[in-house]
């Protein structure tokens, strides 16, 4: 079964099972909240009476949407303003639509997820033993350190000068470097 719920001023096609961003909702994550303007509600192509007709839905987590930078200008009169938004939604479950739940699938798997079995079994087994109980191991002579040997300049470009010299303006009364002279060399 499907519904078409409005929330927030927008339209969702929703199924039971369904996972959906709406605009923020009251309430935390976990509560249960009732969508009562059901625009359309039906099974394949039969639709059905949207008289009293409610989807029920859980919600996931409050969060907010992408910042949106808002930035305006007006040319030659110095007047720059810079302002950003991130939107609140809402992340809603769709547990029933009317009477029609959620599959049962869906609900056992996360059952088992949320009782923790697996943490459990991994609790009851013994921990091993902590290696501190050893003798601390005898330390490594130390090393001989050699000065630092200066470093080799870098590589010249091509065109024979260095790459952050590349783009300057030459100094007063230096010669010009041509590219042949300089490969010559």
Do not use: C, W
């Given at each position: 079964m499907f519904a078409v719920v409005r929330t927030g001023g927008k339209q969702y096609r929703v199924t039971p099972g369904d996972k959906i961003v709406v605009e923020k909702l009251p309430g935390e994550a976990g509560q249960r909240v009732d969508l009562?303007?059901?625009?359309?509600?039906?099974?394949?192509?039969?639709?059905?009476?949207?008289?009293?007709l409610t989807v029920a839905a859980e919600i996931v987590a409050q969060a907010k949407g992408e910042k949106v930078t808002v930035f305006k200008k007006r040319r030659r009169h110095n007047y720059r303003r810079k302002?950003?938004?991130?939107?609140?939604?809402?992340?809603?479950?769709?547990?029933?639509?009317?009477?029609?739940?959620?599959?049962?699938?869906?609900?056992?798997?996360?059952?088992s997820k949320k009782s923790g079995e697996a943490p459990k079994?991994?609790?009851?087994?013994?921990?091993?033993?902590?290696?501190?109980?050893?003798?601390?191991?005898?330390?490594?002579?130390?090393?001989?350190?050699?000065?630092?040997?200066?470093?080799?300049?870098?590589?010249?470009?091509?065109?024979?000068?260095?790459?952050?010299?590349?783009?300057?303006?030459?100094?007063?009364?230096?010669?010009?470097?041509?590219?042949?002279?300089?490969k010559a060399e």
């Amino acid at each position: 079964m499907f519904a078409v719920v409005r929330t927030g001023g927008k339209q969702y096609r929703v199924t039971p099972g369904d996972k959906i961003v709406v605009e923020k909702l009251p309430g935390e994550a976990g509560q249960r909240v009732d969508l009562t303007d059901v625009l359309l509600a039906g099974d394949g192509s039969d639709l059905k009476s949207t008289q009293g007709l409610t989807v029920a839905a859980e919600i996931v987590a409050q969060a907010k949407g992408e910042k949106v930078t808002v930035f305006k200008k007006r040319r030659r009169h110095n007047y720059r303003r810079k302002k950003g938004h991130r939107q609140q939604h809402t992340i809603l479950k769709i547990v029933a639509i009317g009477g029609e739940k959620a599959p049962a699938k869906a609900a056992k798997a996360e059952g088992s997820k949320k009782s923790g079995e697996a943490p459990k079994a991994a609790a009851s087994a013994p921990a091993p033993a902590a290696p501190a109980a050893e003798a601390p191991a005898p330390e490594a002579p130390a090393k001989e350190t050699k000065p630092k040997a200066a470093r080799p300049k870098k590589a010249a470009s091509s065109e024979g000068e260095a790459p952050s010299t590349k783009n300057a303006a030459p100094a007063k009364g230096a010669a010009k470097k041509s590219a042949k002279g300089s490969k010559a060399e």
